[in-house]
């Protein structure tokens, strides 16, 4: 016989996409039925793959300790996305919480007007300085607990930040042992593209083959990377 612990465990089980889908599909008195039985530590993830209105009303039944408990869970620019629909005091409590270097990727990413890819940027991505040898990004990789989603290069920096480049990690891979002290440097991708972060996607759409693009580098006007760096 099932019953809430039971009910429970089959959502825990489910990715949030598809507990999500679930929740949308019920009307609101069974909605909130199952939001109930979801794991704390899991509503962030949730209410980001919720479309508006739910999410909205799912956030209306939520007290202020509840709505930053949720946030906490998330990276910085996952809280960026869902700020919108929080009130403005539970995200300041949010702010207040994180540390000091998430504060200020958050607080950047609030910044951006709705609507540009700014507001819409990935800040977890890895950064090695152009001086680094290839043996030691490698070691550095290998220390990380797992990589970023979607990770397929490096972003080499010179020393003051600036971007250089990228390194692919299938050249880091294949690269022969014998040259594992060469320089970042030697081996980067210098034909890269990047935007602006103040236009807006339809913008950056009409420029580029959505055949061929899988991602983007977003730059200010310094072309500086603010994100997880080997120095």
């Given at each position: 016989m099932s019953g809430p612990r039971a009910e429970s465990g089959?959502?825990?089980?489910?990715?949030?996409?598809?507990?999500?889908?679930?929740l949308e599909a019920l009307p609101l008195e069974e909605r909130q039925v199952v939001w109930d039985l979801v794991k704390a530590e899991r509503e962030g993830e949730i209410l980001l793959e919720l479309s508006e209105a739910v999410r909205e009303s799912l956030i209306a039944t939520m007290d202020s300790k509840e709505l930053v408990a949720a946030a906490e869970t998330l990276e910085a620019d996952q809280i960026a996305d869902l700020a919108a629909d929080l009130p403005e005091d539970v995200v300041q409590d949010v702010i207040r919480a994180l540390p000091q270097?998430?504060?200020?990727?958050?607080?950047a990413a609030l910044s951006y007007d709705e609507g540009t890819v700014g507001a819409l940027m990935d800040f977890d991505q890895v950064t090695?300085?152009?001086?680094v040898t290839l043996e030691a990004a490698t070691r550095y990789l290998r220390a990380l607990d797992e990589l970023p989603a979607h990770t397929d290069q490096l972003f080499v920096v010179d020393r003051a930040g600036k971007l250089r480049g990228t390194l692919p990690l299938a050249r880091l891979i294949v690269t022969d042992l014998a040259r594992q002290r060469d320089r970042a440097a030697m081996h980067l991708l210098r034909l890269i593209r990047t935007v602006a972060i103040d236009v807006g996607p339809t913008q950056v759409g009409q420029q580029l083959d959505p055949h061929r693009v899988i991602g983007l580098v977003q730059c200010n006007g310094f072309e500086q990377q603010r994100n997880r760096r080997l120095s």
């Open positions: 089959e959502l825990e089980r489910l990715h949030p996409a598809d507990v999500a889908y679930i270097e998430e504060r200020a990727l958050l607080r090695v300085r152009e001086d």
